[in-house]
């Protein structure tokens, strides 16, 4: 088990749907990251929230649309996706955004059909 | 470009033997270094931070830096099936952007 909880594990949808990946951490971290990760290759950063207020957005495009309602929160909203954006989601949470570690949630696995 | 490199291996060990995971980066001003272990179908799990030239120790695990050379390693003692994973090294490159530089990973066999 993680500190970081993430919800659904597993999520179906067709490239039609609206849905949305939830992340929630209790440790006081200020903060989140979302990660893309294909198999066999490394995590690839989508946006990171420092203090509630996105910092970085890594050129991902608008079918995903991130949000973080309070410092214990982060969605993930998607919509329209494509079928390689099938993959595993992960959220993260450092206690600040400069050199501390990341620590991950289980994901959620998402297949587009 | 900032460029995290690891050998993707497989890398085997016999049960009980030392395992020592390579790591090298390419930028100089990076300030923070973690080992996460991934189990496949897993997420990453945090098993060693560094920041300072030298080595740490935790338990079965040693993490060794050095910064003039720009290699982190990773040295698994009393090696284990169980640790049979995937190893990434991970780096916070200069800009306190806090944007982790990822490798490629090295995946560890254990053999007993």
């Known amino acids: 088990d993680t500190e970081v909880t993430q919800t659904p594990k597993h999520l179906v949808m067709g490239m039609t749907n609206k849905k949305s990946l939830k992340c929630e951490q209790h440790?006081?971290?200020?903060?989140m990251y979302w990660y893309k990760q294909k198999a066999k290759k490394p995590p690839e950063l989508m946006f990171v929230?420092?203090?509630?207020?996105?910092?970085i957005n890594e050129s991902v495009p608008s079918r995903f649309s991130p949000e973080c309602p309070n410092s214990s929160l982060l969605n993930l909203h998607l919509h329209a996706l494509q079928p390689e954006d099938s993959a595993l989601y992960l959220c993260?949470?450092?206690?600040?955004?400069?050199?501390?570690?990341?620590?991950f949630g289980d994901g959620t696995r998402l297949s587009i059909l | 470009q900032k460029e995290v490199e690891q050998n993707s291996g497989p890398l085997s060990v016999p049960e009980g033997a030392i395992a020592s995971l390579n790591c090298t980066y390419s930028?100089?001003?990076?300030?923070?270094f973690f080992w996460y272990r991934q189990y496949s179908g897993k997420s990453p799990e945090l098993i060693m931070s560094?920041?300072?030239?030298g080595d740490k120790e935790d338990g079965r695990f040693t993490a060794q830096l050095n910064k003039a050379s720009q290699y982190v390693s990773l040295l698994i003692r009393d090696s284990q099936p169980s640790d049979s994973a995937t190893y990434l090294c991970?780096?916070?490159?200069?800009?306190?952007?806090?944007?982790?530089?990822f490798g490629q990973g090295t995946t560890l066999q254990v053999k007993p």
């Open positions: 560094i920041y300072s030239n």
């Open positions: 440790m006081g971290h200020r903060a």
């Open positions: 930028d100089r001003g990076s300030q923070s």
């Open positions: 929230y420092s203090y509630e207020k996105l910092s």
């Open positions: 991970a780096v916070n490159p200069s800009g306190n952007t806090g944007k982790l530089i």
């Open positions: 993260a949470s450092s206690q600040d955004q400069v050199l501390r570690p990341q620590h």
